[in-house]
């Protein structure tokens, strides 16, 4: 099992940036990829990104991509996400998840077994 904890939420006005970090800590090596999903009041969970972890191969949903950049630190087993030109409809609970098997692409909720608790990302107009 692997544990994450995420952190580098806070509030924001619009246009700001905010940069969250995921450490991963536990059965690390077993990991193929890792990612940032996110979920607003009274919406549905949406994925963010994904970075696999040994090719770096990026993923990122359309309504982030060019604003949003997941990177990933394999000596601290770290996972990124600079978000840059921040909205008001990037308010939501964000949240790190990691891989431990091969898939084709990982963007689905089900790709990942492990999931952070969530740190709060609040933009203001």
């Known amino acids: 099992q692997v544990q994450l904890v995420e952190s580098g939420g806070g509030l924001v006005q619009a246009g700001g940036s905010l940069r969250l970090s995921c450490v991963a800590s536990?059965?690390?090596?077993?990991?193929?990829?890792m990612g940032w999903f996110r979920q607003a009041p009274g919406k549905e969970r949406e994925f963010v990104a994904s970075i696999r972890w040994r090719s770096v191969i990026t993923l990122y949903a359309d309504s982030v991509k060019d604003r949003f950049t997941i990177s990933r630190d394999d000596a601290k087993n770290t996972v990124f996400l600079q978000m840059n030109s921040l909205k008001p409809e990037d308010t939501a609970v964000y949240y790190c998840?990691?891989?431990?098997?091969?898939?084709?692409?990982?963007?689905?909720?089900?790709?990942?077994?492990?999931w952070g608790q969530g740190t709060q990302v609040t933009v203001s107009s």
């Open positions: 536990g059965r690390t090596l077993s990991t193929y990829a």
């Open positions: 998840v990691q891989a431990d098997r091969f898939e084709k692409d990982y963007i689905r909720s089900s790709d990942f077994r492990s």
